[in-house]
């Protein structure tokens, strides 16, 4: 079953519920896919791949925005997007602990022959795909500057 099928069978769920909140949140994603899935060359169909990048994408848009309403002391914007990036989060793969990224990453390092900060950017193309969905990018990029002694 695809996400964009569990979406749509978490969307008939919340309206049964009556859940306003998560249903606004679902809807948005739902809205999200059919929007890629109509776009020039995705031939009506997304990969699993593009379909986590979607989910990603959305998580993250209502993090930055939560951050920007808490900056403007908008307290119910900013609870509401927290609410709606928590019910989005559900999606992704779960994410790896602190530990299992920085052994990851150290892994990588070796395998790309990175000895310097210099070789961030090759190591940054490896990690990226190999932990898609499983760690922010800001925290992969910290964390390989940290080992790679930048």
């Known amino acids: 079953m695809s996400l964009f099928e569990i979406v749509s ?5 919340a309206m049964l519920a009556r859940e306003k909140d998560k249903l606004d949140a679902l809807r948005a994603v739902k809205s999200a ?21 979607i989910v990603q ?4 848009q209502r993090k930055e925005s939560a951050e920007i309403y808490s900056q ?6 900013m609870d509401k997007e927290l609410l709606e990036a928590s019910v989005i989060e559900q999606y992704l793969p779960a994410q790896l602990s602190e530990a299992e990224l920085e052994d990851i990453l150290k892994d990588v390092i070796e395998r790309a022959g990175a000895t310097q900060p210099a070789h961030m950017g090759k190591v940054m193309g490896i990690a990226a795909k190999e932990l898609a969905g499983k760690a922010d990018g800001r925290v992969i990029a910290e964390k390989v500057k940290q080992l790679l002694g930048a």
């Open 9 to 13: 069978e978490d969307i008939k769920k």
């Open 57 to 60: 994408k959305l998580v993250k």
């Open 72 to 77: 403007q002391h908008r307290q119910d914007l």
């Open 33 to 53: 896919f059919l929007l890629a899935r109509t776009e020039s060359g995705a031939g009506g169909e997304l990969t699993p791949d593009t379909e986590l990048k």
